[in-house]
């Protein structure tokens, strides 16, 4: 993000906090008080988060001042801004990065072994960044098939037996 | 003193000719621990409650060094990956991470890694001459942390941490730092144990742990920050030295001495560890340093500081454990658990029943830190070869790393869930500058925080003068209130102007003179 | 982080490790067994536990691993142990009374009478003051109670412990009022006066033992009607000698697992509670040392003998106003 980018992405990002105080706020003014139970007013459970709900909203709105002074309501996100940013070869591999590692964490593991979903998760990582997004020329694609193959076997297997028998977790 | 010292010796040379294959059980500890601390999500709490199973059949003795070993280890061990990936091994080692990875990007890898190994000895020294000889003393600071105190120092955590990791907009870092301290709220409250943000979730119910949160963090989004970037030169690790010569050293020995005493008593504070040892070092380093400018760009002395502060800190945690049967950090805890399984019992008639095993425990402490300095300076020519591996077959192995490594914990999905999704907020914090290790620290601190504050305004009812009550509250108190209003305008034209009048006033009296 | 969440997956690899061995009629755990502590390291609960811990071991041929689960007055441990799975391998610990008022004050919905009670010894609860307090003896705390009401600041382990039930058993004989500030544990509530935070406690003897006979603490009665020995400090004078209707039922305490579990495997433990529990020596020696009564049992007699405790604070908690079920409708008669 470019610096001077700041004030808009502020004056977005500080709203969205000061709701998220305001909610907290209310949801802790709505947390039981046990006052059948003779508690200690000082003791009910909204009371700490409520606080720091007022103070996060206290400093986005502080944020939100400066952004408002810096110009930042201006946000100038039309159809051309947004096609820019999805062409944008930062965010197709970001968006490449956190979806190969969503299927992974989120829906392998747990599902497969765990060896295998490991297994194919580095090789895919390794073949789709290696393959589409490489700074060099791709000299000998059979090699990096087999490279990629053994590096992710290994890694599997690596992995997976140290958890296992030095740190004793069960594998998912 | 002098009988302390005959039994530190006896104590030694009890574990050094007793049994020789003791080095080799402290040298394999202390590499496990090395191991535990570099890989993201084992942290030293967990390898030292590892340890506890395993070494169940040894004779209490060398079960507790093999413990101590495993908990040096790990403290240090976490700054490898801190420098060498940007991702703190343990939350200890956030600091370390803030100098150490702009010195590895800049191709000096193994120069940090020298210097952090040196730091951390260094400070596991000092720490554990304090342990020998002023564990009464520093039993007896503990006690006077009461709940304001305690209340104080959470507050002072969020503020300096929010004030050094992000230097050009501290709001952002305390937002940061405030966000933290409400994600700990999740979960099951500690007076009424009402769910509070939990919203009928059963694994909610149990509250968000920091170790997912803190691999997501900084782990999952440094991942998809480093594999964002459309190029990225790979560093040349060019090795010239580890081992860093002494006279950059001593060029800070008052900063390493300082943080040392720091790292000890913020230790021996119960329930507050390492990671606030080694911000508070920090803190003061940087504002006394003659180089603050450097601090955060790929500072020696902030590396240094770093880990001075947070490897003192474990000799620190020790004191009340042996004085007062009460942990100073979590790690901590287990060890105090793993020292009542094997029948010996720390509490205040330690020094009058076994004043032996405080010399016992010093001697764990030496022979465990003797282990790391040596381990930490070997082997690093392979280990920072793994700057010049290409992003693409790194960064998948970090991953799995990072998923197998939140699972580790507790044996939950749930944790893998939690990893991911605050990956996400951490990229996101990330890319609108909010700083990540306040918010890490915010769910350290959380719970101390919660319960302190309740506590003091029970006791108070209420009365905000009882926060000020003791001298110990009045410096936390003031040094955090300080650091918040001096980022402020108004507060920085103050100090301007009295700063002018005292120079113009001193103008005119030198004036005739001149 | 909770370490015990590690100890969960160990147990689990190695269950997956052994093939299961089990014959009819004796129980023989195939994996090592998880010993819940819902309160902080070192505590009372703690301590014994411990020590039984490591005189069952022998006996059952298997590891038994200790875990703290503090946290929301030891309702989160033993609420851990009531979802894990009824197979024998989960225990918890602590005392009877706060098992048996759980449900009454409404934080977790169980009964005393869904629960196997292997019990091991009883603590009273001590009144202590720090050494240099003005307050010589019970009767000057007395005065000080009716002198400042809601002022004295008492400190416990939280909302149900035995401290906390131990200043309201004053409170329904005297009508004293208090301020009363809760901890994560026994420990650190003794710590708290030593500290200077909080002026009283009230938590078991054998949790002030230590800081008693390092001279931090002054006790000044034991709410029985025996005067209480302790090995290496001397006799604390009983709460009768002040409130001579003051009539207390000792606090049990033991080891718990969920009814459910495998008929052989609580046959098993049973005897080996007659056979080692009842003659170990090292339990003995610790409650000699630690202020607290001998008194191993399990089975009908451990729920007889816990029981009037249970009656007696669940309707304390009643009148008082801090339950939300009423007693009798759990089953607990007015005693």
Known sequence: ?172 | MVDGFIMFTKALSGFLLENPLIILYVLGATQLGIIVGMLPGLTATMGVALMTTLTFKMAPDTAVLILVCMYVGAIYGGSRSAILLNIPGTPANAATAVDGYPLARQGLAGKAIGIATTGSFLGSVIGLLMLAFFTPLIGNFALKFKSFEFFWLAIFGIVICGNLTAPKDPLKGWIAGFLGLLVAMIGMEPYHAYQRFSFGYMDLSGGIHLIPAMVGAFGFAEIITVMKQPRMEVVKGKIDRIIPRSKNIIKYWRSIIRSGLVGTFIGAIPGVGEDIAAWTSYDLAKNSSKEAKQFGKGSIEGLLVAETGNNSAVAGAMIPVLSLAIPGSAPAAVLLAAMFIHGVRPGPLIMIEFPEFVYQVVAMVLLATTAMFVLGLSMVRPLVKVLSIPREKLMPVVFVLCVIGSYAIQARLFDVGVMVVFGFIGYYMREMDYPIAPMVLGIILGTILDKNLIRSLIISEGNPLYFFDSPISIIIASVTIITFFSRTRWFQAIKNNIAKTIRTKIFRVNKPAG | MKPHRIVIAIILCILLAMPVCASAGTWKPAKPIKLIVPWGAGGSTDQVTRVCAGELEGPLGQKIVVVNQPGASGSIGTKNTLDAPKDGYTWTSGAAKDLGTYQILGMIDTNIRDWHLFLNISLPQVVAVRTDSPYKSFGDLLDVFKRNPGKIKVSSAGINSAGHSGIETIKKYTGISYKHITYDGGNPAVIAVVAGEADVVTQLSSEETDMLKAGKLRALAVLDDNPLNIKGYGTVPPVTKWIPEFKGAPIYFGIFIPKGVPEEMVQTLGKAWDNVIMKSDRLKEYAAGRGAVFAPSWGDEAQKRAFPKIQEDAWLKWDSGKAKIQPDKAGIPKP
């Open chain 1, 1 to 172: 993000m470019k610096p001077e980018n700041m004030p808009k992405a502020d004056f977005v990002v500080s709203i969205l906090l000061m709701i998220f105080g305001v909610w907290i706020v209310i949801h802790s003014l709505q947390m039981p008080r046990f006052q059948e139970l003779e508690a200690n007013p000082f003791s009910v459970p909204g009371i700490v988060p409520g606080v720091l709900g007022t103070i996060i909203f206290i400093l986005s709105l502080t944020v939100f001042i400066r952004s408002l002074k810096q110009g930042g309501y201006r946000l100038g996100i039309n159809r051309h801004t947004l096609q820019d940013f999805l062409r944008d070869t930062s965010t197709q591999r970001m968006l490449l990065t956190t979806a190969i590692c969503i299927v992974y964490g989120l829906v392998m593991i747990g599902h497969m072994n765990y060896y295998l979903a490991t297994f194919v998760f580095v090789w895919c990582f390794l073949l789709l960044f290696q393959y589409r997004f490489s700074e060099n020329v791709i000299v000998n694609k059979q090699k990096l098939l087999i490279t990629s193959l053994v590096q992710a076997a290994l890694t599997a297997t690596v992995v997976g037996a140290v958890f296992r028998y030095l740190f004793l977790v069960d594998l998912p």
